[in-house]
């Protein structure tokens, strides 16, 4: 091992022992921070030490400045140190550690065993694919690893983070700053599984807690992490955990160089974001009535088309959306066929009783 590798790889399994400490330190000041800034230390220091020994560079020719973290993670996936998929674990903790180091996050004591067993979890398996050793021979026998009760699923966890998140919203409670607080690294997480980079803004957030107050599915607001799931093996402080993707959703490396973005990024779709026309906004983009956009939508049965109409629940209510790709549609229709007509045929029932036509026109 040469030298320059030995010394970044014995600054990384630094890092992350002091990680560790920090996460079981019986105190809670400035604790979060620090676990989250020392565990993304030791994954970029790692990725550099894993690098330099595969016969990669970690530097630009004629450059002073190393790689940083997202093109440390790139280098690691074209050169097989880590998947697409165990980049994204590597994204989520980075983009928590940016947060903490330049804002203000709060995350829960399960949400920070997460990211943290993960964490470890991958440092194992980086250390034991590319060095061939072993974690547990580097920890002092008095450390003992993180090794509380995982949870159980991605479903549980998330109904629970997010009820408590609803009972800061609760009427009267004047707490919705504390809740905004909340969902930011909930947020955080979900879009960096995404593809995101760039911080949740505070109207962002504002819009997320009042759709949570309506009732809205946690997997409609949070579709990067509604794709996957947590597997776990082991006992004690064998425990592993890990992040995978669930069967049939595809992780795709991002283009170099696309702004706001990740290296990988699960490809799903932001329900709320991509069906975001209610129906009066979709008849003004077509450039037809409310009246006459229904009666057109019956004639093409474009209800049925998954890519352009989706109807949400919130409470009680149903609200039907439409997506921009209905726009397109709807234009190319229009070229080719008599709106009179389909009219005539698909109007309202009682559009002929002239006392009620107002309404609809």
């Known amino acids: 091992m040469k030298k320059e590798v030995r010394l970044l790889l014995e600054r990384a399994i630094n890092s992350l022992i002091l990680s560790i400490d920090h996460f079981n330190r019986p105190w809670d000041r400035g604790r979060v921070e620090a ?31 190393t790689y940083g973290f997202d093109k440390c993670v790139r280098t690691s996936i074209s050169n097989k140190i880590i998947t697409d998929e165990q980049a994204l674990t590597i994204q989520a903790i980075n983009a928590l550690r940016d947060a903490a180091q330049h804002y203000m996050i709060e995350v829960s004591e399960q949400q920070l065993y997460l990211h943290s067993q993960a964490g470890l979890t991958l440092f194992k398996d980086i250390l ?8 547990t021979e580097e920890l002092p026998e008095r450390v003992l690893p993180i090794s509380t009760t995982p949870p159980l699923d991605i479903d549980t966890f998330f109904e629970t983070e997010l009820e408590e998140v609803k009972k800061l919203l609760y009427p009267g409670s004047r707490r919705k700053t504390e809740a905004t607080v909340k969902l930011r690294a909930l947020t955080i997480f979900d879009k960096t599984l995404r593809g995101e980079t760039l911080q949740p803004s505070e109207s962002y957030l504002n819009k997320m807690a009042d759709q949570l107050k309506d009732g809205i599915s946690w997997k409609d607001l949070f579709p990067g992490a509604a ?20 069967e049939g959703i595809p992780v795709q490396v991002v283009p170099e160089g696309t702004p ?18 209610p129906h009066k906004k979709l008849a003004k983009r077509v450039g037809l009535t409310s009246p006459k956009l ?11 088309d ?4 989706k109807e949400f629940t919130f409470g009680k209510a149903k609200h039907p959306q439409y997506s921009h790709k209905a726009i ?16 005539l045929k698909n109007r309202p029932e009682c559009y002929n009783d002239m006392s009620k036509r107002r309404k609809y026109e």
């Not at 989250?36 to 450059?63: C, N, T, V, W, Y």
């Not at 794709?227 to 669930?246: E, M, P, Q, V, Y």
């Not at 939508?297 to 049925?304: A, E, G, S, T």
């Not at 397109?328 to 009219?343: H, P």
Request: hydrophobic share 40%; with cysteine.
């Open 328 to 343: 397109k549609k709807i234009k190319e229709e229009l070229l080719n066929v008599d709106m009179d007509e389909i009219w």
């Open 35 to 65: 676990v989250l800034i020392l565990l993304d230390h030791s994954f970029e220091l790692l990725m550099k030490a894993s690098i330099l020994h595969k016969g990669g560079k970690i530097r630009k020719k004629r450059q002073r400045e």
């Open 227 to 246: 794709a996957i799931n947590f597997t776990t093996d082991g006992t004690g402080h064998n425990i592993s955990l890990r992040f995978t993707k669930k």
């Open 294 to 304: 229904t009666a057109l939508l019956k004639h093409m049965n474009l209800k049925k």
């Open 306 to 309: 998954p890519e352009c109409y």
């Open 128 to 135: 034991n694919d590319v060095f061939q050793k072993d974690l």
């Open 260 to 277: 706001g973005a990740t290296t990988v990024a699960l490809k799903t779709v932001d329900h709320s974001g991509f069906y975001n026309l």
